[in-house]
């Protein structure tokens, strides 16, 4: 609570809605991330649609069943998911108004997610040393592309954690950090899912 | 090492064309002079302050439309080359690889950097004012935004004087516009001039959503907001939808060309026809997102010139909306020929023509309100009847195009030429054009000439019908699109004649519209009501131009034509002269971020269509920087006080 008290007011007379004739900010960007979100999940919807279609497509390369290695796979699955409810752990931290929390269970977060890429660097590199590229098959160019976009929104997703953890030490729990933590929590959730949808449609209906 | 630099150059700059030649030297020549003039009157202080790093929606708004205006000169350019080359049988003014640039960058321009910023332009300069809000929801993504889409567009325009311009049809389909046929930068330029400002259009797509949804006068209940913002929102709701497939499959032709991916290569696996559905997939909703604004003008303009209420509003709502939803079911009928068989051909013929049903009730919605209402014909209302005219040829060959059977014979020939510039030009383009008309008072603080205007708007529809009722015939005859020449034998010349005089009409008449503006300009007079037309929406309501914070109180809405009932109240009982209690107005401050970060982005597209590496990673850190620095900046907004907001007032209202 102290933290909120200490330097919440600083930026309080802008973001919250204490004047009545505008709405309030803070609510208003949140909901604008949620049709942000509406509109990743087309992009992703085009990529899962475009991995369908081109699966079979193997070009006399290798398919799934000789390139994944499910153990790493699984691993990394559940690494993510476990930074999913740490996330959690994070807003539940913000909630009770306690910012070493938030930014530890953030920090935690951010850790699994790069532990995440590390593991899908690792196995992108395995695959080009077996000579499976994205330019082998149609089912190559899909799969690198669909899964190397939910890594490429990770990592952005890592940069964005670090620079809020750095504001959160700068300014504290106020209502632009609050938004901004909710934002990203939200992010990493949706993240979280479209893995779900990739693990099993990629991986497990692949190596079946 | 002059040697080397000789050989880049040929292959960088574009040679061996007087025409590139003569453009070259008109570029080099207008930089020189914006330079010199922006230093000799020492306005970049100015531009820099006022313009680029503006977060005011009205000003956005004019950036928007001004650079509309100049790409609908370099797509009409393009378009009168085009007819000069085929008024004639057997004419060699242009090249067949030259016209295949010119008839790609003019379905790219008019529809991409021509349509959409004039959409937006509108958007920006009516919507906020329409629904009483004093800006949009998110000022800085509203900037970067249209600097997105300007930095966009002056990529795709490069391509004309560096490294080639793009030769596979507007929307690019595959396997021509993938490496193996299509070697050159042109196609590169295509994908990352569209992305970029593609990005900008999503993000503004979102922005309107949460105005209109979040943002409305007090009072104002959804169903008691004017038409316009309506057909905005039902346009937004398809860019959200629709521009993320753009983007996504764009990103895939890219992967293709860049790291020899095989989505849509004809080995390797890939699918030439998976591009052609997703593109239309996001091709389809496109057309509706740029009419249903124009839709939503019309709405206005026949309300206030009828002086009556909209006939059947909630009609007029639910038909957009189901237009907005409908948009995505139709995308195959593009493409019929495919063979995909009779059970999904009936299925989007079906949709297709379903689609015909909420426009007719719009039509008769427009009619029914001007059905005794006292109408007076200022050039927006004369373009709504040229459109309501126009619109309902088009619409009907909308529909005989849609009988897949019959559209075996109709694909890819004049016929679906002329229908779909019916459609647009007489959609979309007599609409904005009846917008700006309609709004510039309330932009400038003057209206445009009428008579001239009324010059150019029978120079416009008597070109239109001149130009393209003639290449309904020639489709029937056997012309098909993108053809280059044809022979004496065929019997086509004397209509293609009549077309191409038709088009030189409609670029008469543009100049028309030109010398309005400048003539309006010089003989300027003022309009001090800012209320010219007589109109029913908030945005008459307060001075012309509006002042940067729009409303100095926030208006109190109790109905749907809020200031035309204000103003019947006003007469029944004089206003009170206690003057309205003024507070404190929460603005957003400048930002420099959008034009910089834009400028990155521009780096980025450019070192990608080169191949140089260093360009386009520097490019794109320069992007991330700039997302951080805005993110750690926390000194973004400021409020006006009550004194600035009384002495604005006091000058405005005299």
Known sequence: MAQLNDSGHANQHVSSSDHHDHPDMEEMRTFGFWIYLMTDVIIFGTLFAAYIVLQGNRNGGPGPEELFQMGGIIASTFILLTSSYTSGLAVLAMHKGNRQALMG??????????????????????????GATISTSAFLSAFFTLVGTHGLHVSI??????????????????PVTKRKVNVISLFWHFLDVVWIFVFTIVYLMGVR | MWENVKSFASEFFVTGDPLIYGADISIVLTIIGIVFGLTYFKKWGWL?????????????????????????????????????????????LLAPDHYNQIFTTHGVIMILFMAMPFMFGLFNVVVPLQIGARDVAYPFLNALSFWLFFFGAMLFNLSFVIGGSPDSGWLAYPPYSERMFNPGVGQDFYIWGIQISGIGSLMTGINFIVTILKMRAPGMKLMKMPMFPWSVLSSCIAIIFSFPILTATLALLFLDRYLGAHFFTLDGGGNPMMYINLIWMWGHPEVYIIVLPAFGIYSEIVSTFAKKKLFGYKSMVYAMMIISILSFLVWAHHFFTMGSGADVNAFFALTTMLIAIPTGVKVFNWLFTMFRGKITFETPMLWTLGFIVCFLVGGMTGVLLSVAPADFQFHNSYFLVAHFHNTIIGGVVFGYFA?????????????????IGKWAFWFWNIGF????????VLGLMGMTRRL?????????????????????????????????IVYSVKHLQKDETGDPWNGRTLEWSIPSPAPYYNFATLPQVSSQDEWWEEKQRREREPLSLAPPKLEPIHMPKNSGIPFVMSMF??????????????????????????????????????????????????AIRG
């Not at chain 1, 997703?157 to 106020?174: D, E, P, S, Y």
């Not at chain 2, 450019?606 to 620095?629: E, K, N, P, Q, R």
Request: aromatic residues 18%.
């Open chain 1, 105 to 130: 269970w953030l920090g935690v977060t951010a850790l699994l997610g790069a532990t995440f890429i590390v593991l899908e660097v690792n196995e992108f590199i395995h695959l080009v040393h077996e």
């Open chain 1, 157 to 174: 997703g890592l940069v964005w954690m670090i620079a809020l953890i750095i504001q959160l030490a700068k300014h504290g729990i106020t």
């Open chain 2, 48 to 92: 820099w302050r006022e313009w680029l790093t503006t977060v005011d929606h009205k000003k956005i708004g004019i950036m928007y439309i001004l650079s509309a205006f100049l790409m609908l000169f370099r797509g009409g350019v393009d378009a009168l080359l085009m007819r000069a080359q085929l008024a004639m049988p057997e004419l060699n």
């Open chain 2, 435 to 451: 917008g700006l008309y309609y709004w510039w008072p309330k932009l400038f603080g003057f209206k445009l000439n009428e008579r």
């Open chain 2, 465 to 472: 019908y001149a130009c393209f009722m003639p290449q309904y």
């Open chain 2, 484 to 516: 280059v020449t044809y022979g004496w034998d065929k019997g086509w010349w004397e209509m293609n004649l009549v077309s191409t005089i038709g088009a030189g009409l409609m670029g008469i008449a543009f100049l028309f519209q030109v010398w309005q």
């Open chain 2, 601 to 650: 982005w521009f780096a980025a597209g450019f070192g990608f269509v080169f191949d140089w590496l260093w360009l386009t990673i520097s490019g794109l850190v320069g992007v991330a920087v700039c997302m951080l620095v805005h993110s750690f900046n926390y000194d973004t907004d400021y409020y006006i006080p009550v004194e600035d907001i009384k002495r604005t007032e006091a």
